[in-house]
């Protein structure tokens, strides 16, 4: 999330260019409309390969595209991006309608005047934007990560600055699973969990599984269960699968831990990387300094995967590294990933890339 400073001054008014994001990890800015070649792959003549393959899904309306790739399912599904694009509007908004200030009250009403039950605009909205990613992918596995928004972020949804604190640095703030059984958010998570049980039971779309972000302790994660078995959402039943983000170092040092808790574990190598540095990625000031690729972040990646398997609980990796960096990916091929989910645009060639692996790994190259 490099920003191009200066570009709206440099760059003449009018003037093409041409801007790269497939270089690396500076995206690059080029004079003139450059020629390019575009390369077609057909789904039949790709390697099939042990390590399943799994794809990150931003939006329902990405979903319907990217379906069509030949992936074994999706392995992250952020739903703060669904609320963004669909809900808009802060879940506790809508829970505490009667308390808003009449501004806030007209602009939640402006977009919920077909719903006298607020909660149910939410509910049914969210339900819509998921399932039809869940659909689209029948009967694949669907990964939805309950959301992860900052509360800078939260704050940006309709009605969200009522509600949220201001934080210095809310990367390290109350995000993730802290929120889901606070008393000042727990009933906005409870519309969450109401809106996959719907996906779930009303769609009968059964593929779709969840995972709980940034969970700093096994006893918060065993908050967090019995928060979703109140609203009806039970770990075991009707085939529910729960998953935790493995992002945080303590996530890893207490694997056993978490692997009484959760069915598995998706390594979350953005924030494992900042946390496991000690540095905020969202700081321009030590931003260089961010790499996946470092020693640390390899050897808490491999550490997971020999305790995640000793209880016999899957390890996938839903983090940027293996979409960027090829290397990354084949570490944790050699180290014995269940699976690797990718941005779509990186899918072809990380396939390739892993069938290679998996190929010399058989030969004992």
């Not at 001054?9 to 409309?33: D, H, K, N, Q």
């Not at 200030?101 to 077909?114: F, M, N, S, Y």
């Not at 529910?240 to 303590?250: F, G, K, Q, R, T």
């Not at 996946?292 to 990646?301: A, G, I, Q």
Request: a negative charge; charged letters at 30%; hydrophobic letters at 40%.
């Amino acid at each position: 999330r490099m920003r191009a400073v200066g570009a709206t001054r440099l760059i003449p008014e009018g003037e093409e260019v041409t801007v790269s994001c497939a270089e690396g990890e500076v995206g690059r800015v080029y004079r003139g409309a450059l020629a390019f070649e575009v390369e077609e792959v057909r789904p039949e003549t790709l390697p099939r390969t042990r390590t399943r393959i799994l794809v990150n899904v931003g939006t329902p309306e990405e979903a319907l595209r990217v379906s069509l790739l030949p992936t074994d399912g999706v392995g992250l599904l952020r739903m703060e991006f669904v609320f963004a694009s669909h809900v808009r509007i802060h879940p506790l908004a809508l829970t505490r309608f009667e308390t808003l200030p009449e501004k806030v009250r007209g602009q939640v009403e402006e977009l919920t005047e077909a719903y006298p039950d607020k909660r149910a605009y939410f509910v049914d909205t969210l339900a819509q934007g998921i399932g039809l990613i869940a659909a689209a992918f029948y009967p694949r596995p669907v990964l939805l990560r309950f959301s992860d928004f900052k509360t800078n972020e939260y704050a940006r949804l309709v009605g969200g600055h009522l509600f949220e604190p201001k934080e210095e640095n809310p990367m390290l703030g109350w995000r993730g699973a802290s929120r889901y059984y606070h008393p000042d958010y727990k009933e906005g998570f409870l519309l969450e969990v109401a809106a996959v049980k719907k996906v779930r039971e009303e769609m009968g779309l059964k593929n779709l599984m969840v995972m709980v972000p940034f969970c700093r302790t096994p006893e918060e994660g065993a908050r967090v269960l019995e928060v979703m078995a109140e609203g009806g959402l039970k770990r075991g039943e009707e085939g529910l699968e729960v998953y935790v983000m493995a992002e945080i170092p303590s996530n890893i040092l207490e694997a056993e831990a978490f692997a009484e808790l959760f069915d598995g574990f998706s390594i979350g190598s953005n924030d494992l990387t900042q946390l496991a540095l000690g540095l905020d990625r969202d700081s321009e000031r030590v931003a260089w300094l961010f790499d996946e690729r470092r020693e640390t972040v390899k050897l808490l990646s491999a550490m997971l995967i020999e305790k995640a398997h000793a209880k016999g609980k899957k390890v996938g990796i839903c983090g940027q590294a293996p979409s960027d960096y090829p290397e990354f990916a084949a570490f944790l091929v050699a180290k014995g990933i269940d699976s690797l989910s990718l941005n779509p645009d990186a899918l072809l060639r990380t396939v390739k890339k892993v069938a290679e692996i998996e190929a010399a790994l058989d030969s004992g190259a």
